[in-house]
């Protein structure tokens, strides 16, 4: 039983020391482990109880709310002949063996938070206790309840303290300890309400009767320690606490305790119950129903552990492994980032991830609007060709045919075609960098290195504005070869049509002839469109998507062997806050394989 207990009040200290101790949503393992919260009045005689249980005088003690933080006391039972010692959560390399000092640094600690007043806090002291005189347990003082405000204290509190204690007490797994002063009728206790408001049937309450020896004469207590003014499923326990003028007296607790037990032994109204009364009772009966709740839970706090490991484990593979420190290991880590970096942009590009879509978007539909949009209608109308045609020879008029005319008709009107092929470059380059950049976000290995994330990033666009250039000098260039050389055949064919039809090409001042040049010219800048809008996505494809495949951080790589080590370092120098999440997941990890070997280790020895 000891050994189960301990246990819990181990992973219960740690889970504090490694801050996983509730307030997610999702139940935490020390949520999930049971305790013992003592709630009672002001002067109901809380502390003495607690006392009486540890067998020490340690707590502060004096008017109005003395107990101004919770105060977490866990308990460990050691060896006969180890000197008994306390520790603080906030002091872990100090022990104290003299226990005034453990009451001074609990109320320096108090202080310290909540300042010298009146306010309370809901930040905890831990305080641990090593004796061979205790049982393991963890109890939970919280502070006294109060019907009103006194000088010096805020109005809200009552308020405060009794949301301070519910914050506790409605946790299923809390066993509530109720302190009832014996001289006050039980149903007008402030513990009693409380316990009955978060457990009405009573399975968790254990009612405790203090200063049974303040009774008036000629009454007692037992119609409330027998369980008929006010039943329990748990027993209630009568405690009789050291006087105030044994207090001052520093009466020794031993021999307190030894007094306690003559009380009930020798009263004829408590005689018949003596040996389920005292505080001794009390620990013993508490210590073994929080054993015997803990091993009930155990299999439910086993499965709640192994989700816990499953996610941290998940985590850590999350949060990446601790970088190397050796210059090798270190260039390997980051040709392997990057390595896991251009596999989620070719996932892009090749359809694994979206977003490479939008290329095919910028050819299939942005580049024929743009050619559509194109003003050919105003370049080849009647009063241009005419106008074009007519200037075109100069002095000299041609002889057969316009051919400057028509070249430079043609040319003018291919001009056209170099917007839209560099906005289709432009496009393509935005989309590219778009991926660069969710591909990085989306690389999980590279979210704990922050630098590494900006210089990929600026390697991969200064890689993506060279395959601009080049995408633009390519796509000009197949706009400027339709320009350069005309396909004679076309026009050839046309002539050859329009003589076969018998039409009269003579009348060169008719309207009909610019007619039929414009005619001309648009059929053939048609035909180029045709041949443009197939070959403008070839090349952009070429030299922008092909080589952002291929060669993306090619020249990064090139730079990367010649750096030193601390240049190297400098680009695993991983954001602190992820650093301290890996460690601090390592830590819970450890903590939690831990709490599973030995919980696992005491169930299957039970």
Sequence with gaps: MDTLIALINRIQRA???????????????????????VVGGQSSGKSSVLESIVGRDFLPRGSGIVTRRPLVLQLYKVEEGIQEHAEFLHLPKKRFTDFSLVRKEIEDETDRVTGKSNKISHVPIHLSIYSPYVVNLTLVDLPGLTKVAVEGQPESIVQEIESMIFSYVEKPNCIILAITPANQDVATSDAVK????????????????????LMDKGTNALDVLEGRSYRLQNPWVGIVNRSQADINRKVDMTYARQRESEFFATSPDYAHIANRMGSEYLAKLLSKHLESVIRSRIPGIASLINRTIEDLEAEMRHLGRPVAV??????????????NFERVFKEHLDGGRPGGDQIYLVFDHQLPTAFRKLPMDRHLSLQNVRKVISESDGYQPHLIAPEQGYRRLVESSLNYFKGPAQASVEAVHFVLKELV???????QELKQFPTLQAEIAAAANEALERFREDGKKTTLRLVEMESAYLTVDFFRKLIHEADKGGKNLADESSEGH?????????SYVGMVSKTLRNTIPKAVVHCQVREAKRSLLDRFFTQLGAKETRELARLLDEDSSVMERRQQCARKLELYKSARDEIDAVRWSA
Excluded: M
């Design 514 to 522: 610019f007619q039929r040049i414009g005619s001309n010219v648009l």
């Design 326 to 339: 050796d210059a090798g290991a270190q260039l390997y880590t980051i040709l392997g980032l990057c390595r």
């Design 437 to 443: 950049r969710k591909s990085i976000a989306q690389t």
């Design 15 to 37: 889970c504090t020391v490694l801050g996983d101790h509730g307030g997610d949503a999702v139940p935490t393992l020390w949520e999930s482990l049971p305790s013992v919260a």
């Design 194 to 213: 409380v316990a009955r408001q978060v457990d009405p049937s009573g399975e968790r309450t254990f009612g405790v009767l203090t200063k049974l020896d």
